[in-house]
């Protein structure tokens, strides 16, 4: 998206508003020790973004642009203060607690025929990067567990489990997108 | 990339992490740049972390090309195709005690009385088998539905049921032939309801599927068992037609006469 024929004002206004919320809880985790830092870097992004609109900085994704910033700002902040996680519902890293997250771009594969997918499979190979690719491979074509992948990849097995996750939710944008433009 | 393979992929709705992992996980889209950045992931992230209620998801606005949707529980139809076609039925069904309770001698075809809500015919017991004089008489003349429901059917039950957020009118039909019966249930959403925030889901497994466009309406068709449901939505209408005794290319038939 990008900003043009909008009085700059109100796309500040617009842009803060829609946003401030999400920045808030973004900055009230990750701070949450630490409660007037989270508002100075909460205001701080605010500061940058009409900043940036004022002087015609060209910002092509507003919202992913301002969580950058504040996920900067943020960095910056711990390395201060030399504080590492701050976490407003504190947790155990060893807690073995397990919680769903959806992967998302959900829709019922049963009213995509057999042929769409395969014209999708061709369409999606080249949009994957290599280790993505490679990771598929092991995954969902020589089926081994997660363990055996780290072990391959040189790496560990949640890491895995998350690059995994990544492949999942990228795979199913890219068919929704793929249906989308058919 | 094997397609068998890529459809399984495709059926995954969640994947399970500890706490930490799931941070690990929107630590890292942090530190992406703008065009790479997927501030959904973000957010449901933190709806984990924080404690946040398991609950619809509120809309996000993303405009990034790694997200490049509103929101992943709109439902869109576009250009003929269903991208995510899932429809919940309701069905709302309860015993009339609430006469008994505050003691109402009124016949129950002027009121009956559900938990909820009640539903009040003023306009008298219509006799009329006819589904054009039903629905003149219930002011619902603009409802889109299949030609042999007009034509060749005797319609019964006809109820229309009304709460805070829909109308519900339900039916039973039977073809003039005896060859084809079934229900029809439409839901009219009220005005100030987005239909694309509600979620709708199917709960039950059906053989066959197919889908059609007809004057721009996206349909629906399943089959399950000998039944056949002709599933569509027109502008905060959704309509659910079942037909018994028909096979599915039949019911595609019926549903192009829309």
């Known amino acids: 998206m990008e900003i043009k024929g909008s009085s700059k004002h109100e796309l500040c206004k617009r842009l803060w508003l829609e946003n401030e919320p999400k920045i808030r809880r973004l900055c009230e985790y990750k701070l949450s020790s630490h409660p007037d830092e989270a508002e100075d870097i909460i205001a701080e992004t605010a500061l940058i973004l009409w900043t940036a609109i004022f002087e015609d900085t ?9 969580y950058a910033v504040a996920g900067n700002l943020i960095k910056k902040k711990y390395t201060e ?13 060893k807690d073995p607690e397990m919680h769903e997250l959806a992967v998302g771009y959900d829709y019922d594969s049963r009213l995509v025929p057999d042929d769409l997918i395969e014209r999708f499979s061709v369409h999606a190979e080249p949009l994957l ?3 993505e690719k490679q990771l598929y491979q092991y995954v969902y074509e020589d089926k081994l567990k997660m363990k055996e992948i780290a072990v391959l990849m040189s790496s560990t097995e949640s890491a895995v489990k998350q690059r995994n996750y990544r492949l999942t939710r990228t795979l199913k944008r890219l068919i929704k997108e793929f249906l989308e433009n058919l | 990339m094997n397609s068998g393979a890529l459809k399984e992929i495709l059926k995954v709705e969640f994947l399970s ?27 449901m992230c933190l709806d984990i972390l924080t404690g946040k209620p398991k609950e619809k998801a509120d809309e996000v606005l993303t405009d990034s090309p790694a997200v490049s949707d509103k929101t992943v529980k709109k439902i869109k139809f576009k ?9 919940a039925l309701f069905i709302t069904v309860s015993v009339p ?8 001698n009124v016949p129950e075809s002027i009121l009956k009385i559900y938990e909820e809500y009640f539903q009040l015919n003023l306009d008298g017991e219509t006799q009329s088998e006819d589904l054009d004089t039903i ?15 007009f034509l060749d059917c005797k319609i019964s039950e006809f109820e229309k049921v009304i709460d805070e957020y829909k109308t519900q009118i339900s039916f039973k039909y039977v073809s003039k032939e005896q060859k084809m019966s079934g229900d029809v249930i439409l839901n009219i959403f009220k005005q100030n309801m987005n239909f694309l925030d509600r979620e709708m889901k199917v709960n039950d497994q059906y053989e066959e599927a197919k889908r059609i466009t007809v004057n721009g309406i996206n349909v ?6 000998r039944e056949v449901y002709i599933l569509y939505s027109v502008t905060g209408t959704e309509y659910n037609i079942m037909l018994y005794g028909v096979t599915i290319d039949e019911a595609v038939e019926i549903a192009s006469t829309l």
């Open chain 2, 97 to 104: 005690v609430g006469a008994k309770i505050f003691d109402i």
């Open chain 1, 81 to 93: 203060l030399k504080i590492s996680k701050e976490r407003k519902i504190p947790f155990d890293d």
């Open chain 1, 58 to 66: 060209p910002i092509k994704y507003p919202n992913s642009w301002i």
């Open chain 2, 79 to 87: 250009k003929g195709i269903l991208v995510a076609a899932i429809i």
């Open chain 2, 135 to 149: 629905l003149a008489c219930y002011d619902l003349d603009s409802l889109i539905l299949p030609r042999f429901l």
């Open chain 2, 220 to 225: 629906i068709v399943f089959k399950k068992g």
């Open chain 2, 17 to 43: 992490f500890t706490k930490e992992e799931i941070e690990n996980i929107m630590d890292e889209e942090l530190e992406k740049s703008p065009e790479e950045m997927d501030t959904e992931l973000i957010e």
């Open chain 1, 129 to 131: 990067k290599d280790d």
